[in-house]
């Protein structure tokens, strides 16, 4: 995994100290990440700096659907939902592979 528990319970405003949901965050950074790289085409391992680090823009992106998947945990909603530009659709298309292989 590439976005730690800590930074994960940090963007969504859980205690650190709180650590009945550790097992369950921890199951939505691996989603997370998973679906960023299906959604790029192509394994973040090739995106790791010089530390081993991702770009902030797709660390971002991963914590927008940990985000989004701790927040929203039915598949149905019954508000009215409008999408905010330049959010994970937008971080994800900077390094989406869009060739043919």
């Given amino acids: ?20 949901d550790d097992g369950y965050i921890t199951s939505l950074i691996a989603v997370a990440e998973e679906a960023v790289m299906r959604h ?11 530390n081993g680090e991702l770009p ?9 659907l940990v985000g989004q998947l701790y927040a929203n ?13 330049y959010t994970y659709g937008f971080l994800v298309s900077l390094y989406k592979r869009y060739t043919v292989r």
Avoid: G, W
């Fill in 1 to 20: 995994m590439y976005l730690t528990l800590k930074d994960a319970k940090q963007h969504i405003n859980v205690d650190e100290e709180y650590t009945h």
């Fill in 40 to 50: 790029i085409d192509r394994p973040l391992a090739e995106l790791l700096d010089e």
């Fill in 56 to 64: 902030p823009p797709v660390c971002h992106a991963v914590r927008f």
């Fill in 73 to 85: 945990r039915e598949p149905a909603s019954f508000a009215n939902a409008y999408e905010v530009p």
